[in-house]
């Protein structure tokens, strides 16, 4: 069966050692051409030799608050691979989770510059290359605080409903381009950084981490925590032609801990 993603380019924002490394491992597995970017170049390295094929990968190390960025990436991967075929944007940090009505402004505005700014910058500067080619899939890595939002995370809430604001209206203005746009909210995603939270939940109620992780999975359909691989599988879908059909959608992927 032919692979997904075959002959594909994707551009993978945000790369990191969590659902990051994933989307480029499952991007390279169906068989894209893959631009990996992030601020630590030798983590990019790494995640390179993991797919193991250097003919198939360009690594992009950036300086995030250097706004000519976008515009470096997007040409990068052109000249490296002759198109842009998807994008997914992945860059996000979790800001101080404070009340709104006491945080000071600049949590906000530090919140929309990681998890809103550096995705609508990079899908501005790739659209130009996507329209010329008539098609391009664009996937915007959400989080399930748009469907359930909880009191700390505010200032987080208010830049992932700006990503999902920017995906639908990008739906509309790029979908006679042939350029799909959509959202992908992933729930909990298992892995280091959330067994270091187990952990701390743990320690304060005097319980093992195992019994923390039981605890939130038992409010999941699925008994479990998805793992980031899975949620990179998810974008997949949305970067390959089996969802032609689908745009300006929010996809939820949570093993069913929220159906809306």
């Known amino acids: 069966m032919t692979a997904l993603l075959a002959g594909r380019v994707v551009i993978v924002s945000g790369v990191g050692p969590g659902l990051g490394r994933d989307l480029v491992l499952a991007c390279a597995r169906e068989g894209a051409n893959v631009v990996l970017v992030a601020r630590d170049g030798d983590r990019l390295s790494r995640i390179e030799r993991e797919v193991g094929d250097p003919s198939r990968t360009h690594c992009v190390p950036i300086a995030p608050d250097d706004p000519n960025e976008p515009t470096r990436i997007a040409a990068e991967a052109l000249d490296r691979f ?8 992945n860059a996000a940090t979790i800001p101080p989770l404070t009340d709104l009505v006491d945080a000071p402004t600049s949590d906000v505005t530090a919140s929309l510059d990681a998890n809103f700014y550096p995705a609508f910058h990079l899908t501005r500067a790739v659209a130009p290359t996507m329209r010329k080619q008539r098609r391009g899939s664009i996937v915007m890595i959400n989080s399930a605080v748009v469907r359930h939002p909880k009191r700390e995370f505010g ?7 700006a990503l999902l604001g920017l995906t639908r209206s990008l739906a509309f203005e790029l979908g006679p381009d042939g ?24 320690n304060e109620r005097g319980m093992s981490p195992s019994a923390i992780e039981a605890e939130y999975a038992n409010n999941i359909a699925l008994q479990r925590i998805p793992s980031s691989a899975e949620y990179a599988d998810a974008a997949v879908f949305l970067l390959s032609d089996l969802s032609r059909s689908i745009t300006g959608h929010l996809l939820d992927a949570n093993g069913g801990e929220y159906f809306d």
């Open 155 to 161: 200032a987080y809430n208010i830049a992932k409903h």
């Open 179 to 202: 350029i799909r746009v959509n959202t992908l909210a992933p729930g909990k995603i298992g892995g280091a950084r959330l067994t270091a939270y187990f952990e701390v939940r743990a």
């Open 82 to 89: 002759g198109a842009i075929d998807g994008l997914v944007n």
